[in-house]
């Protein structure tokens, strides 16, 4: 039925990629300022502070990934579903197996708000299908953006060597970044939703965010926690890596542009 497609496409962005820069683009510019990423670009990272960010992506990913490949042939997921060029979940496992060893299933330690995060996740893909496109572009379009600019500053911050230890910010499956994501942005916007079902993309990307946003406010109200200014404690850490697909685009390009 006619009802249920988009509004026609044009040039003033009504694109959902489009309306998704738009929506999140606030957001963006405050993480990209955070102290925690300014740090980062600077190289100023310490090896557990980068193990606790690998951490939370794992589980972030792990999340992600198993509600997508659940739903590969949801009419809304199916266009953007691309495992063998963008999974990031056996990469993150190579990574945390270097630092933590072969038991790090049991090693590893995740923050409360990165569950709450996860759990989101678990719920959309389950009720919402719909919802899962933008959650994954702002990820893994992210990640491809800057993956190359902060996986060389980790490498040489940390005195790794080789791949070992950054292999998340590595895709072997993507010959051209540029060209890969113009596909995906091109898939993306082939997806026929209302308009209501668009504004709950964006009210879930909202709600995604407010988790950031949230663990940051309860960073400023802990006064037990100056001390801890210069690490990746629970709140911030949830910070840095729920923003993180978000601003490695900046980092890697030096503009907002997915």
């Known amino acids: 039925m006619e009802s249920t497609k988009s509004k026609p496409r ?65 009419p809304a997921v199916q266009p953007v579903y691309f495992p063998q060029e963008l999974a990031r979940l056996e990469s993150l496992e190579l990574d945390l197996e270097h ?32 919802l899962l496109v933008a959650h994954a572009y702002t990820r893994y379009l992210g990640d491809l953006s800057g993956g190359q600019v902060l996986g060389k500053i980790t490498q040489k911050s940390l005195g790794l060597s080789g791949n070992k230890g950054i292999a998340f910010f590595s895709f072997p499956g993507v010959t051209s970044p540029n060209r890969f994501k113009q596909l995906y942005r091109s898939r993306m916007n082939s997806i026929e939703l209302t308009e209501q079902q668009r504004q709950e993309v964006f009210d879930d990307l909202q709600k995604m965010l407010s988790i950031t946003e949230e663990a940051s406010s309860e960073k400023r109200n802990d006064t037990a926690s100056q001390s801890q200014s210069r690490t990746f404690s629970n709140s911030p850490i949830l910070q840095f890596a729920l923003g993180v697909g978000i601003t490695l685009a900046t980092v890697g390009m030096g503009v907002y542009a997915f």
């Open 99 to 130: 630092f933590f060893g072969p038991h790090w299933r049991k090693r590893i330690t995740v923050p409360a708000a990165t569950h709450r995060y996860t759990q989101r996740l678990r719920e959309i893909g389950k009720d919402s299908p719909n």
């Open 10 to 74: 044009d040039s003033t962005g009504s694109d959902l990629s489009e309306q998704i820069k738009a929506a999140t683009k606030d957001s963006h510019v405050r993480a990209e300022n955070t102290q925690l990423m300014l740090n980062y670009q600077k190289g100023q990272i310490t090896q557990t502070q980068y193990k606790l960010l690998l951490c939370s992506l794992y589980e972030i990913y792990q999340a992600l990934e198993e509600e997508l490949d659940r739903k590969a042939d949801h």
